[in-house]
């Protein structure tokens, strides 16, 4: 029984390209999370997913940063013409059922671990 | 005030001894309740979750709520080496789907 999957583990990017992260959710979980961690601190949400739809995107940047979920396919979160400061560990959760129902519980993925040159 | 606050430590605990990791919250309407555990360089894991005010017990670890006081706790007895990692603490905000961690308790068990 496969956990959440993300890949890559480790990124390296030079200021300006673009990172693309993905994250396969445990079999059964429809409902995904991204989250950003920066050295020292607290996982910061960033967005939450559902397939095909975003539910609540207000931990997002307002520029260069998406994110999917596709009815066929990984969740992809893409950071376009990336800075320094987006060098960061980015952890994707999923869960079976929504936040507030009581089955909600969050699994997370291993990381990605974005270094920004 | 931030959402979610927790002491950043280190909480230092001898092996065997209770350690006592706290966590309060700003939105008082929060219903769901979370502590998960984060080695370093790691994923975090979930240890517990609680939703009704009172104590929840699972082995060595103990959750407790007070919704009055927007206070939740975690209590490791008979803390062992292994146990030391970051404990965060995390609330799904009300009528939302975002899940507010706060920033960590780093706990240190003494061999």
Redesign the interface.
Same mark, same amino acid.
């Given at each position: 029984n496969a956990g959440v999957m993300q890949n890559p583990r480790h990124l390296v990017r030079r200021r300006g390209q673009e990172a693309r992260l993905r994250c396969s959710p445990m079999k059964g979980h429809s409902h995904v999370y991204w989250y950003r961690q920066l050295p020292e601190e607290g996982l910061k949400f960033m967005v939450y997913l559902q397939k095909e739809n975003i539910i609540d995107e207000s931990g997002m940047p307002k520029e260069r940063f998406s994110a999917e979920f596709p009815k066929e396919g990984p969740s992809i979160l893409r950071i376009q013409q990336v800075v320094r400061g987006d060098s960061a560990a980015y952890f994707c959760a999923s869960s079976s059922n929504a936040p507030g129902t009581g089955g909600e519980t969050q699994y997370f993925g291993p990381g990605t671990r974005l270094l920004v040159l | 005030q931030k959402e979610v606050e927790q002491n950043s430590g280190p909480l230092s605990v001898p092996e065997g001894a209770i350690a006592s990791l706290n966590c309060t919250y700003s939105d008082r309407g929060s219903?769901?309740f979370?502590w998960?555990r984060q080695y370093s360089g @790691?994923?975090?894991?979930?240890i517990m979750?609680i939703?009704s005010n009172g104590d929840k017990e699972d082995g060595r670890f103990t959750a407790q709520l007070n919704k009055a006081s927007q206070y939740v706790s975690l209590l490791i007895r008979d803390s062992q080496p292994s146990d030391s990692a970051t404990y965060?603490c995390?609330v799904?905000n009300t009528?939302?789907? @975002?899940?507010?961690?706060?920033?960590?308790t780093r706990l240190f068990v003494k061999a």
């Open positions: - | 219903q769901s979370f998960y @790691k994923s975090p894991e979930l979750f939703y965060l995390a799904i009528g939302g789907f @975002k899940t507010i961690f706060g920033a960590g």
